[in-house]
């Protein structure tokens, strides 16, 4: 088992709609779980950050995380065009280290 | 201040060479990372840096791959003999590393891509 799973995808949701991107992770010591973007081409950067169980909100995006199901979640409200790109889902594993997913592609059809 | 660097930001080279690929964390930030992306693939734990120190080289691929860190500061990772599967792009991140938290934002740098003929 991956220690950090997620849908490769492609993703695709119609623009305005709500994008909804899963992440479940095997370490049940895991204490902070990461959100990044990607474009293609360019290198993540961090979209969200969550440790506590729940919702956490920021503008257009609202992270999840269920830490008895092991699953971190990632909502994307009024999808835009630019929002297209590779999310990587990464927890960090109770050490300094960040594990990531091998990200899932969503694409936003206009 | 400014955010991480890398360079060179492309290098080409021929089988059997040996590269150097340079990060600049962020001031002040005493974690460093590396990882390696290769077309298409999600990212792949190299070796991480707490100060100059290297707790965890787990993820090396074998001993043609080594780091350093000098100063808190610059890393560099060197591919001896490289071989055509170490062409990717290689990322380093930086992190302030608060103890006190075990959340630690990563920032990643623009990466080196990496092409081994």
């Known amino acids: 088992q991956k220690e950090v799973e997620q849908n490769s995808g492609p993703l695709s949701v119609p623009e305005g709609a709500i994008a909804s991107l899963n992440c479940t992770y095997s370490d049940r010591g895991s204490q902070s779980f990461f959100w990044y973007r990607q474009y293609s081409g360019k290198s993540p950067e961090l979209i969200m950050f969550?440790?506590?169980?729940g919702d956490k909100e920021d503008g257009r995006f609202t992270a999840q995380l269920n830490k008895a199901s092991q699953y971190v979640s990632l909502l994307i409200r009024d999808s835009q065009p630019s929002d297209s790109a590779t999310y990587l889902c990464?927890?960090?594993?109770?050490?300094?280290?960040?594990?990531f997913g091998t990200g899932t592609r969503l694409t936003i059809i206009p | 201040g400014a955010g991480v660097s890398q360079s060179p930001s492309n290098k080409v080279t021929e089988k059997g060479k040996d590269v150097e690929l340079r990060c600049d964390p962020i001031?002040?930030?005493?974690?460093l990372y590396w990882y390696r992306q290769r077309l298409g693939q999600g990212l792949e734990f190299l070796i991480y840096f707490q100060g100059n120190s290297a707790p965890d080289k787990s993820g090396l691929p074998s001993d043609r791959f080594s780091a350093e860190r000098t100063g808190e500061s610059v890393s560099t990772l060197t591919i001896q003999r490289t071989q055509q599967e170490d062409s990717a792009v290689y990322l380093c991140a930086s992190s302030p590393f608060r103890r006190a938290r075990s959340t630690d934002t990563q920032y990643f740098g623009p990466g080196t891509r990496l092409t081994v003929l």
């Open positions: 001031s002040g930030h005493t974690a």
């Open positions: 990464a927890v960090n594993p109770s050490t300094e280290k960040l594990t």
């Open positions: 969550i440790y506590s169980n």
